[in-house]
């Protein structure tokens, strides 16, 4: 009965084990995780969500969106390809890694 109970808790300590050296591997995982999510805005609504590097410098750059759906915004529920310059920041959250822009469409640019 002494041997069995001592096999058992062998087994359970080697699961949990196993269980805290993934827990730990994964939470190593997440803080060398250097992708930021950038969410871009149209008018007050959000039209794309991208990751991007910690040294990326999100502002005074041009974004090439596909949107599609936006009857409201665009006048087409189509899926249209357009330009945006991003105009001003909106939200910087460090703890999740979001960057929210405000951005403009660029007029004079035609995609084919």
């Excluded at 990751?51 to 999100?58: C, L, S, Y």
Aim: glycine content about 4%; hydrophobic content about 40%.
């Amino acid at each position: 009965m002494r041997t069995l109970i001592e096999k058992i808790s062998d087994i359970f300590t080697i699961i949990i084990d196993k269980i805290v050296e993934k827990a730990q591997k994964l939470k190593k995982y997440l803080i060398n995780n250097k992708k930021w999510t950038l969410y871009l805005y149209l008018n007050g609504q959000c039209i794309d969500k991208r990751k991007i590097d910690k040294d990326f410098a999100p502002m005074g750059k041009f974004y090439i969106v596909k949107v599609r759906g936006m009857k409201h915004l665009l006048g087409t529920n189509r899926k249209v390809q357009i330009v945006v310059q991003s105009y001003k920041y909106k939200l910087t959250d460090e703890k999740k890694r979001e960057a929210h822009i405000e951005t403009l469409i660029y007029e004079g640019v035609d995609i084919k």
